[in-house]
């Protein structure tokens, strides 16, 4: 079976300083690892994915297969990146499974 | 480019009644899905399709039908509403559906069972 797990329902950090929204998966096999996040009012949308390795809106992950992490990171947060985000795993069949969401909130 | 479109967005029901939720995307997609979105619980998987003409359950299919009788077409059913039911439903869909492609959401439908 694989899971998700997103230990953080919300993280208050304030503008300018460093963010980690953390993300462990379970998987026997090699994860397909994705960030999806979604703005006040706005349908879900993905962030990133550890495929690409790709740096977007300044937030960066790295899959640690030893740790089965995912942390998202950002070292400068900014106001409009308070949404809810998350992590989701493509594991073995054609279904993502989602962790159940970190609520970020930047405050100014 | 309208990309998946959900109708309605907004609807409150009662107790019994039913209901079919439609989702629509213009991308030529093989793959749809459908989701719940429910505080605490994240994103779960209700039904999918991975092609015109077939569906499959997904986690949580109990109380739920679906049909995809055309293939931009997505249809979720309740035939029976109940209060468990109220949830903000999301509609997706993929190319292949490999793994590791990105999904495209629909914007919602806010559901309410009274």
């Known amino acids: 079976a694989q899971r998700v797990t997103q230990p953080e329902k919300l993280l208050s950090v304030f503008k300018g300083a460093p963010v980690e929204l953390k993300c462990n998966y379970s998987?026997?096999?090699?994860?397909?690892l994705f960030w999806y996040v979604q703005y006040s009012r706005q349908r879900l949308q993905l962030l990133l994915r550890?495929?690409s390795r790709e740096s977007i809106k300044g937030f960066t992950a790295d899959l640690n297969k030893g740790e089965t992490s995912f942390h998202l990171k950002k070292p400068f947060a900014q106001e409009e990146d308070s949404a809810m985000y998350y992590c989701?795993?493509?594991?073995?069949?054609?279904?993502?499974?989602f962790g159940k969401g970190t609520k970020l909130s930047v405050i100014p | 480019n309208a990309g998946v479109t959900q109708t309605p967005k907004f609807r409150v029901l009662k107790t019994g009644q039913s209901m079919t939720l439609l989702c629509a995307q213009d991308?030529?997609?093989?793959?749809m899905y459908w989701y719940r979105q429910d505080p605490g619980m994240g994103l779960r998987l209700i039904h999918y399709?991975?092609?015109?003409?077939?569906?499959a359950k997904g986690e949580v299919p109990d109380g739920y039908n679906v049909s995809r009788l055309k293939k931009q077409n997505f249809l979720l059913g309740l035939e029976s509403a109940a209060p468990s039911q109220t949830s903000v439903y999301f509609c997706?869909?993929?190319?292949?559906?490999?793994?590791?492609?990105?999904?495209?959401f629909g914007s919602g439908t806010q559901l309410s069972v009274l």
């Open positions: 997706a869909s993929s190319q292949t559906g490999d793994r590791a492609e990105k999904l495209f």
């Open positions: 998987y026997s096999g090699s994860p397909e």
């Open positions: 550890h495929i």
């Open positions: 989701a795993l493509g594991g073995g069949s054609y279904q993502l499974t």
């Open positions: 991308m030529n997609h093989e793959y």
């Open positions: 399709s991975v092609g015109e003409g077939t569906t």
